[in-house]
């Protein structure tokens, strides 16, 4: 038995090794970078070098890579001009939205001089300019314009966007009050409006209304004459009189007294006092009422109180 295990021994011996993993020794194995892979273009190829925009290259090319090479730079055209007129159509919408210049039109076919219409543009462009992204036409804040171009100029009631009027040009449309009574103390004249606003520029004529003072106040230059109170109500008072078909002939403001006017309206001989702590056009109701009373019996009172609701107090 020895003699058989030994010969299997001198066999085993006798077999080339097998091949082992030497490691690093030896040649080393490609890694996963340098591999070759399946349609990668190889290094230092003709196609590797027209994608460089190698020159002669093209001279070594063949037709297949000539061909792939004029369509990726057809892509890359197409691209590139598709990107430019988005670019030029936005560019240009944004011109065509933006407000450099303004172009200042009334409302009115009163003339009114280029002078006053620069001072208006001049306004607006300072709006624009303290708020720089509305002047994009499409994010002007309109309340907030007309709030500050009326604080700015009290006989404009309101400021509208026009049209473009040209390349980042934009029409502006100003609206200005028409007076309904005039109030003068020496030489500085006050205009009021229906809606009670009073101003001191008037492009209109001059209306027919005047406010008489009597109340015996010294007015220091530099103040206003009455509150905007007691304007408002005046310009609402004429405003609703005219509304029911009446016109006012002169109102006068009587002696010791700023709360109370004398309205006198046109063919009724007799005044009507009216007071500012009431809402006028209760008041003007009333009048009515008392006029058409007084005309159905002939009577001519003196004077006409209708400070209270309901009530009216009278002396003949």
């Known amino acids: 038995m020895g003699l058989f295990s030994k010969g299997k021994q001198e066999s085993k011996k006798a077999l080339p090794p097998r091949r082992r993993n030497v ?18 273009t190889m290094a230092g190829t003709t196609m590797y070098r027209l994608n460089n925009s190698d020159r002669s290259a093209i001279k070594t090319a063949t037709p297949r890579e000539k061909m792939h090479h004029l369509e990726r730079v057809r892509k890359r055209l197409a691209w590139i001009f598709t990107g430019l007129i988005v670019a030029c159509i936005g560019l ?38 303290n708020n720089p992204t509305e002047r994009l036409r499409f994010n002007l804040n309109h309340n907030s314009l007309n709030e500050y171009i009326i604080k700015l100029h009290p006989e404009i009631s309101s400021v509208s966007k026009g049209d473009s009027a040209g390349f980042t040009k934009t029409r502006f449309t100003v609206n200005f009050r028409k007076p309904v009574v005039l109030w003068q103390v020496d030489s500085v004249k006050y205009f009021v409006d229906a809606n009670g606003v009073s101003f001191t520029k008037n492009i209109y004529e001059n209306p027919k209304v005047t406010i008489v003072d009597n109340s015996g106040v010294r007015y220091t230059p530099g103040t206003a004459i009455a509150s905007a109170r007691f304007l408002s109500f005046v ?7 005219q509304s029911r078909g009446m016109s006012v002939n002169k109102i006068t403001i009587p002696a010791g007294t700023s709360r109370q006017v004398e309205v006198l309206i046109n063919d009724v001989p007799y005044p009507f006092i009216l007071s500012i702590d009431r809402l006028p056009g209760g008041q003007v109701e009333d009048m009515q009422r008392v006029i058409e009373y007084f005309a159905r019996g002939g009577r001519l009172p003196k004077y006409v109180d209708i400070r209270v609701k309901g009530k009216a107090f009278y002396r003949e």
């Not at 194995?29 to 070759?36: D, G, I, K, V």
């Not at 002078?115 to 624009?128: E, G």
């Open 235 to 241: 310009g609402r008072s004429i405003g609703v009189i």
């Open 23 to 40: 490691g690093n020794s030896g040649t080393q194995r490609y890694n996963n970078n340098s591999a070759f892979r399946s349609g990668r």
């Open 92 to 129: 240009a919408l944004f011109l065509w939205q933006f407000i450099a210049s303004v172009v200042i039109e009334s409302n009115t076919a009163a003339v009114i001089s280029q002078d006053s219409l620069d001072v208006y543009s001049k306004s607006i462009q300072k709006y624009l300019t």
